[in-house]
């Protein structure tokens, strides 16, 4: 049973195990793509509801999901064969999380866009 870790004996040594889970859960369309999976869902709705997604990436991202337990791959007996994605108990683990991340990401996003302007300055003169 993993015991819990204090932040003061936090280290994130390159060995470390938790690196590539934490890319793969901290990568925008892996968190999207757990955010909408609240049923069942075909690829090509997956596709529609992340807007600027391409096939390749939305595939590779699905197969990193499956791979880390996160979702399930499930071939439906249809003709012509469909596939559909939904989270399995590890990844519907992680819809509270990340809600709380999503509604703080909401809630200060404006302020985090004037800390953007501020540190980028005034705009400058074209010359």
Same mark, same amino acid.
């Given at each position: 049973m993993p015991r819990s870790i204090q932040q003061t004996e936090w280290t994130f040594t390159p060995d470390c195990p938790s690196?590539? #889970?934490? !890319?793969? /859960?901290? !990568?925008?369309?892996? +968190? +999207?793509?757990?955010? #909408?999976? %609240?049923?069942?869902t075909r690829f090509n709705e997956l596709k529609r509801r992340? %807007?600027? #997604?391409?096939?390749r990436v939305l595939t590779q991202t699905l197969?990193?999901? %499956?791979?880390n337990g996160m979702i399930r791959r499930t071939v439906l007996p249809t003709s012509p064969v469909g596939v559909e994605y939904s989270l399995t108990?590890?990844?519907?683990?992680?819809?509270?999380?990340? +809600?709380?991340?999503?509604?703080?990401?909401?809630?200060h996003s404006e302020q #985090? /866009?004037?800390?953007?302007?501020e540190y980028d300055g005034p705009p400058s003169a074209p010359t």
């Amino acid at each position: 049973m993993p015991r819990s870790i204090q932040q003061t004996e936090w280290t994130f040594t390159p060995d470390c195990p938790s690196r590539p #889970i934490l !890319d793969q /859960i901290a !990568d925008k369309w892996s +968190m +999207m793509v757990l955010a #909408i999976l %609240e049923r069942p869902t075909r690829f090509n709705e997956l596709k529609r509801r992340l %807007e600027g #997604i391409t096939q390749r990436v939305l595939t590779q991202t699905l197969r990193r999901l %499956e791979r880390n337990g996160m979702i399930r791959r499930t071939v439906l007996p249809t003709s012509p064969v469909g596939v559909e994605y939904s989270l399995t108990p590890l990844g519907e683990s992680l819809r509270d999380p990340f +809600m709380h991340l999503y509604e703080w990401t909401v809630r200060h996003s404006e302020q #985090i /866009i004037a800390a953007q302007r501020e540190y980028d300055g005034p705009p400058s003169a074209p010359t």
